[in-house]
């Protein structure tokens, strides 16, 4: 590949160029493999790599049977961390307060640790936790995935459906003092693209968020959101 590397990159580079200064708008269809080849004189590889670049960038996609377009510009909608921890799903309270319809879907079931998650929730990894996967959607579109671990005695149950984890763990005699995100963007898992109906191309941001009551950690997620429709706002008071 390395060979061909000048070749398709200037392809790329064209296109690219082409989509950031408007002369092709969100919407168009891009050349064709041929079209290309005949256009920038290069090999089907070369036009074939160039496309899956621009692809993988997120600049284009592609619909079976009738080629590549220019991705459209969605606005990113913000998602405030710290405004809605005392509700039961703060992501749903975020969205609705900017007038979305949120709707989810949860299921818990008990599962062992691991090496990961005993690292985060500081037990053996042969102890059981409880596992919450989560699926919100916002006017009938998947929007996030979130999985929730706690240890046993702090499992949620159906008549706590609607409570907060801090008003949960408040019920258990444990305060919340301090909650902890780490975010990275990764690319989707295929289970991931498919939950979430993501395009070809669109990376996902990946929170690692954990409640901490003092210096013990009493609940862990992990929260997968479209990387192409959100922005993560944060308010830190001094």
């Not at 690692?208 to 009551?213: L, M, N, Q």
Request: no cysteine; hydrophobic share 35%; charged share 25%.
């Amino acid at each position: 590949m390395a060979t061909s590397d000048p070749v398709y990159l200037r392809v790329v580079e064209d296109i690219r160029r082409q989509i950031h200064d408007g002369t092709l708008p969100p919407g168009a269809l891009i050349p064709s493999r041929a079209q290309l080849t005949r256009k920038y004189q290069v090999g089907e590889t070369a036009a074939r790599h160039a496309l899956r670049v621009l692809a993988s960038e997120g600049l284009i996609i592609g619909r079976i049977g009738s080629g590549h377009y220019v991705r459209e510009r969605s606005e990113l909608t913000p998602l405030h961390r710290w405004r809605f921890l005392d509700r039961p799903t703060p992501f749903a309270a975020d969205l609705q307060s900017q007038g979305w319809r949120v709707t989810w879907d949860w299921h818990s079931e008990p599962a062992e640790a691991g090496p990961d998650l005993a690292r985060r929730l500081r037990v053996d990894e042969s102890t059981t936790v409880t596992r919450t996967h989560y699926v919100f959607r916002g006017d009938g579109r998947p929007l996030q995935l979130a999985t929730a671990y706690e240890p046993l005695e702090f499992a949620p149950h159906s008549e706590e459906e609607r409570r907060s984890l801090v008003a949960r763990m408040y019920a258990h005699g444990v305060k919340i003092t301090e909650v902890v995100e780490s975010i990275h963007t990764r690319a989707p898992r295929p289970s991931e693209s498919e939950a979430l109906d993501l395009p070809v191309g669109v990376h996902v941001l990946h929170v690692e968020r954990t409640h901490w009551a003092g210096d013990r950690p009493v609940e862990t997620s992990d929260i997968i959101l479209p990387g192409d429709r959100f922005r993560m706002v944060y308010s830190m008071p001094v």
